[in-house]
């Protein structure tokens, strides 16, 4: 189908229309005529020939890679409908709304239509009217559907999220499995796997069960170059969240993400009452409310969505300018997932993680006690110990990060919280020794607070109940705070030398490579903790500080991105669309930057494709020309 129709109809509840645009099938062509673009990002280009050329893929590119293009021009350029299967519907819905506003004949299939409504898509579908159809994997896998495709001239298949097929993965779906099918049903139409799931076992899981071995892998940069990553301690969170937010993100969209239910509401219920717009999402709630709360997070600006990790899968909103965890994630490969959805769109963005002792207890404990094989254990174990060395290291975060993805990076990188403000590490030779010492004496039962006390010499009740008031390390610990100390704890079980419990009571154990420390054969240096003397609330109130977009420079500028801001907000309203899928904020800041003054100078901006420039270019010039 190697024709693109631009449609005529501006309104989203006008029947479409649509205009044939004769179309070439060089993809770069398609670049810039559809989507607005002038040069392929990394390895988009040569992915793009391959599946023009009918080859299969894996495609390993990080989130805002830009790995939708890589299957969207190949199904352009080819003859026949591209299937892309997704696990997800509100992603299929904003993927199909984005590419019809490029004149993109696309539609969805899942569930969440009437029959009529499909019988109406399987149509145009059979008559060849498509050039991309998006679907979930349950519905594909009917064989009523199946037949329907065996009827169809395809281009190719698209299987996003791939990392859905693997049980090492943190979203598997056993519906995945059975996309082998594909393989033996359709054996010459190609087959493009997708994620933003980097790891060894996840990659070797995708080509096994998706049969790809004879396919190409492509590997892009994992490196997310404009989010700046940092960590702090967890005590009084909550506060360095608010300042956190009132310093940087005054009005922008966000996630804050908590282990429970519990906890999620009642921060977004904690975030409202300081004033700002903060919705909440976890799987308890009813369907309707959370798709609502989900709608309003795409639609609306400047929202804060409270969520379990129930949330963000196929949220594709790329002006998520934060990313806050409140609790320890799972894994590095979760934070990195949950991380990643900050920042699409390549604009400065922040991911922001609070890290306490009381959450490796808890996910250690969620470990041993699951019924997994020993095997599953240990790796979820060695996830765990990967994760604490992130959060403790003294390197550069993102330097650290990438190692875990097998990725280099050669300089430090400037833009997280340890390249900023350097770690200073002290001499805790002498300090570790006491630690473990008093963990050892404790009869290695205790977890961080117990046996704080103890090294304080803090005659609680329960001390004196053990009759650890009498030990040699009662007290030995003066010199640090209880701060401190806890610090110290932290980066003693990020290096093994102390182990939590596996009995599940978050006591400590010695590690094995203790012996040497005793012996006073081994120095440790561990990093000193800028300690907060109680994070006092920035002074100024949300309502007086003036929201101020880093990359704008003047007052004039600010006010014609709003401008347009809020004309946009009223086009996406009108169209029941996400403000995104009309322009980016991109593509706004280029419009303030360069002030187009004709319809030539605004199709040369990123993002504007003819249906664009038919649709839109009228209505925005004429706020830029009134700024002039
Ligand atoms: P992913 O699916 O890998 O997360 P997307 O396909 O959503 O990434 O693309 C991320 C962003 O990059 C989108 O805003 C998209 O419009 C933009 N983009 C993709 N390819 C290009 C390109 N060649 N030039 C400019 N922008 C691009
Ligand atoms: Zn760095």
């Given at each position: 189908m190697g024709s693109i129709l631009i449609e005529i109809?501006?309104?989203?509840?006008?029947p479409h229309e649509y205009k044939n645009f004769s179309m070439t099938k060089i993809p770069k062509e398609i670049l810039k005529n559809v989507f607005g673009f002038d040069s392929f990002k990394t390895l988009q280009g040569e992915i793009i020939d391959h599946a023009v050329a009918g080859g299969d893929a894996l495609i390993l590119m990080p989130?805002?890679?830009?790995?939708s293009l890589c299957y969207q021009i190949p199904a352009l350029c080819r003859e026949g409908v591209g299937v892309v299967v997704s696990p997800l519907i509100a992603l299929m819905r904003d993927q199909v709304e984005a590419l019809n506003q490029l004149g993109v004949r696309a539609e969805v299939l899942n569930s969440s239509l009437t029959q009529v409504q499909i019988r109406a898509v399987e149509q145009k579908l059979l008559k060849g009217l498509l050039d991309l159809v998006y679907v979930s994997p349950e519905k594909l896998l009917t064989e009523g559907f199946l037949n329907h495709l065996s009827q169809c001239k395809l281009s190719l298949f698209a299987i996003d999220e791939a990392h859905c097929v693997s049980q090492w993965g943190h979203d598997f779906r056993p519906e995945y499995l059975k996309l082998s099918v594909l393989k033996d049903r359709f054996a010459n139409i190609p087959r493009l796997a997708l994620t933003a799931t980097a790891d060894g076992p996840t990659r070797k899981d995708i080509i096994e069960r998706l049969d790809l071995k004879e396919g190409r892998l492509f590997i892009s940069g994992f490196d997310r170059p404009n989010i700046k990553y940092s960590i702090v301690s967890k005590d009084n969170s909550k506060h360095k969240l608010l300042k956190f937010i009132e310093d940087n993100h005054v009005e922008d969209s966000g996630i804050v993400y908590c282990l429970s239910r519990a906890r999620v509401e009642a921060t977004a219920k904690w975030l409202t009452e300081e004033g700002f717009k903060a919705l909440h999402y976890h799987a308890g709630m009813d369907k309707f409310h959370r798709q609502t709360n989900q709608d309003k997070f795409l639609k609306e600006e400047g929202i804060i969505m409270v969520a379990t990790i129930a949330f963000g899968m196929g949220i594709d909103k790329p002006d998520v300018r934060f990313v806050a965890h409140l609790d320890l994630p799972k894994s590095l490969e979760s934070y990195y997932q949950e991380t990643g959805r900050a920042g699409r769109d390549g604009l400065k963005s922040a991911a922001w993680l609070a890290y306490g002792l009381e959450d490796v207890a808890k996910i250690s404990n969620f470990i041993e006690s699951s019924n997994a094989k020993e095997g599953q254990k240990r790796i979820e174990r060695q996830k765990l110990d990967a994760l604490l060395g992130y959060c403790e290291t003294t390197r550069c975060r993102r330097q650290v990060l990438l190692e875990y993805f097998d990725e280099k990076l050669l300089d430090p990188c400037g833009n997280c919280d340890t390249c900023i403000e350097p770690v200073k590490c002290f001499d805790a030779t002498v300090a570790t020794q006491k630690a473990l010492s008093c963990v050892y004496k404790t009869e290695e039962r205790f977890g961080a607070s117990y046996v704080i006390d103890v090294l304080l010499g803090n005659n609680t009740e329960r001390i004196t109940n053990f009759g650890h008031h009498k030990i040699s390390t009662f007290g030995v610990g003066k010199e640090y705070s209880k701060d401190q100390w806890r610090s110290i704890f932290r980066q003693l079980v990020a290096k093994r030398l102390l182990l939590v419990d596996i009995e599940g009571h978050g006591g400590y154990r010695l590690g094995e490579n203790c012996k040497s420390i005793f012996r006073g054969e081994e120095t440790v240096l561990l990093r000193e903790e800028i300690f907060?003397?109680?994070?006092?609330?920035?002074?100024?109130k949300k309502s007086k500080k003036q929201k101020t977009h880093t990359t704008l420079s003047n007052k004039e500028d600010e006010n014609l991105f709003q401008t347009l801001r809020t004309h946009r907000l009223e086009l996406a309203s009108e169209q029941k669309v996400p403000p995104f899928v009309i322009f980016h904020d991109t593509t706004l800041l280029e419009m303030v930057q360069t002030r187009p003054a004709t319809i030539t100078a605004f199709g040369q901006l990123s993002g504007v494709g003819k249906a664009k420039l038919e649709r839109y270019a009228d209505s925005f010039l004429a706020f830029i020309n009134k700024s002039m």
């Amino acid at each position: 189908m190697g024709s693109i129709l631009i449609e005529i109809s501006r309104s989203g509840n006008k029947p479409h229309e649509y205009k044939n645009f004769s179309m070439t099938k060089i993809p770069k062509e398609i670049l810039k005529n559809v989507f607005g673009f002038d040069s392929f990002k990394t390895l988009q280009g040569e992915i793009i020939d391959h599946a023009v050329a009918g080859g299969d893929a894996l495609i390993l590119m990080p989130t805002g890679g830009g790995k939708s293009l890589c299957y969207q021009i190949p199904a352009l350029c080819r003859e026949g409908v591209g299937v892309v299967v997704s696990p997800l519907i509100a992603l299929m819905r904003d993927q199909v709304e984005a590419l019809n506003q490029l004149g993109v004949r696309a539609e969805v299939l899942n569930s969440s239509l009437t029959q009529v409504q499909i019988r109406a898509v399987e149509q145009k579908l059979l008559k060849g009217l498509l050039d991309l159809v998006y679907v979930s994997p349950e519905k594909l896998l009917t064989e009523g559907f199946l037949n329907h495709l065996s009827q169809c001239k395809l281009s190719l298949f698209a299987i996003d999220e791939a990392h859905c097929v693997s049980q090492w993965g943190h979203d598997f779906r056993p519906e995945y499995l059975k996309l082998s099918v594909l393989k033996d049903r359709f054996a010459n139409i190609p087959r493009l796997a997708l994620t933003a799931t980097a790891d060894g076992p996840t990659r070797k899981d995708i080509i096994e069960r998706l049969d790809l071995k004879e396919g190409r892998l492509f590997i892009s940069g994992f490196d997310r170059p404009n989010i700046k990553y940092s960590i702090v301690s967890k005590d009084n969170s909550k506060h360095k969240l608010l300042k956190f937010i009132e310093d940087n993100h005054v009005e922008d969209s966000g996630i804050v993400y908590c282990l429970s239910r519990a906890r999620v509401e009642a921060t977004a219920k904690w975030l409202t009452e300081e004033g700002f717009k903060a919705l909440h999402y976890h799987a308890g709630m009813d369907k309707f409310h959370r798709q609502t709360n989900q709608d309003k997070f795409l639609k609306e600006e400047g929202i804060i969505m409270v969520a379990t990790i129930a949330f963000g899968m196929g949220i594709d909103k790329p002006d998520v300018r934060f990313v806050a965890h409140l609790d320890l994630p799972k894994s590095l490969e979760s934070y990195y997932q949950e991380t990643g959805r900050a920042g699409r769109d390549g604009l400065k963005s922040a991911a922001w993680l609070a890290y306490g002792l009381e959450d490796v207890a808890k996910i250690s404990n969620f470990i041993e006690s699951s019924n997994a094989k020993e095997g599953q254990k240990r790796i979820e174990r060695q996830k765990l110990d990967a994760l604490l060395g992130y959060c403790e290291t003294t390197r550069c975060r993102r330097q650290v990060l990438l190692e875990y993805f097998d990725e280099k990076l050669l300089d430090p990188c400037g833009n997280c919280d340890t390249c900023i403000e350097p770690v200073k590490c002290f001499d805790a030779t002498v300090a570790t020794q006491k630690a473990l010492s008093c963990v050892y004496k404790t009869e290695e039962r205790f977890g961080a607070s117990y046996v704080i006390d103890v090294l304080l010499g803090n005659n609680t009740e329960r001390i004196t109940n053990f009759g650890h008031h009498k030990i040699s390390t009662f007290g030995v610990g003066k010199e640090y705070s209880k701060d401190q100390w806890r610090s110290i704890f932290r980066q003693l079980v990020a290096k093994r030398l102390l182990l939590v419990d596996i009995e599940g009571h978050g006591g400590y154990r010695l590690g094995e490579n203790c012996k040497s420390i005793f012996r006073g054969e081994e120095t440790v240096l561990l990093r000193e903790e800028i300690f907060s003397k109680k994070t006092g609330r920035s002074k100024v109130k949300k309502s007086k500080k003036q929201k101020t977009h880093t990359t704008l420079s003047n007052k004039e500028d600010e006010n014609l991105f709003q401008t347009l801001r809020t004309h946009r907000l009223e086009l996406a309203s009108e169209q029941k669309v996400p403000p995104f899928v009309i322009f980016h904020d991109t593509t706004l800041l280029e419009m303030v930057q360069t002030r187009p003054a004709t319809i030539t100078a605004f199709g040369q901006l990123s993002g504007v494709g003819k249906a664009k420039l038919e649709r839109y270019a009228d209505s925005f010039l004429a706020f830029i020309n009134k700024s002039m």
